[in-house]
Each structure stands twice: as C-alpha cells, then as structure tokens.
Nanobody, 120 residues
Framework: QVQLVESGGGLVQPGGSLRLSCAAS????????MSWYRQASGKQRELVAT???????RYADSVKGRFTMSRDNAKNTVYLQMNNLKFEDTAVYYC??????????????WGQGTQVTVSS
C-alpha cells in the first residue's frame, strides 16, 4: 500500500507565498515522476508542475516564474514553493506519483488534496 500525504495549504493574500509538501510512504520500490495538479471549483484538474525521476522539471505556463518544484528523493518527498500568488491560483492542489511497488507493479497514486485560497 502506498500513501501520498500533502500539507502546507492555507489562506494567503495576493502576492503572498505558500509551500506545499507531499510525502510518499508505504510499499515503494522506486518512484518515477511526481507531479502537482490543481482543481479550481467548477474546472477540470490541470497539471501545475512535474518532476521526472531524471531530467528537467516542467511547469504550466500560468505558474512559470512564480512556482518552483523541488524533489528530495531520499525522503520520497516533493515540494511546491508558490510565490506571488494570484486569485486565480485558488484551488485544491493534489500530489500525484507514478510508483513501482515492486519490480513488476507500477501505479499512479494521488494525495487527498490541500486547499489553497488566495483572497484579500
């Protein structure tokens, strides 16, 4: 069994910052990509940032220059540093990970989501 646990959401004023964390635990053999998605009320879930196991991180155009994703492989954890937050960043943020539980079993896992609200 694999779990992804997110933390760090909250209420922030426009222009403020928040840092999200996502830790994977359980039966983990190795982790491929880890990503952050978000879903605003009434909208589809969208990819915010992704960190492959190797290679360059990628970001949605709407967050480039404001959000920075980092990955700590030793802790099976990713972070999302969000700066200069805007009203339109308000959403539930979800962590996603593509994980090998053993040498033949690979699945996508989702965290429970953490609410980020940008409001004055």
């Amino acid at each position: 069994q694999v779990q992804l646990v997110e933390s760090g959401g909250g209420l922030v004023q426009p222009g403020g910052s928040l840092r999200l964390s996502c830790a994977a635990s359980g039966s983990i053999f190795s982790i491929n990509a880890m990503s952050w998605y978000r879903q605003a009320s009434g909208k589809q879930r969208e990819l915010v940032a992704t960190a492959p196991s190797g290679g360059r991180f990628r970001y949605a155009d709407s967050v480039k220059g404001r959000f920075t994703m980092s990955r700590d492989n030793a802790k099976n954890t990713v972070y999302l540093q969000m700066n200069n937050l805007k009203f339109e960043d308000t959403a539930v943020y979800y962590c996603n990970a593509n994980i090998w539980s053993d040498s033949i079993t690979r699945n996508d896992y989702w965290g429970q989501g953490t609410q980020v609200t940008v409001s004055s």
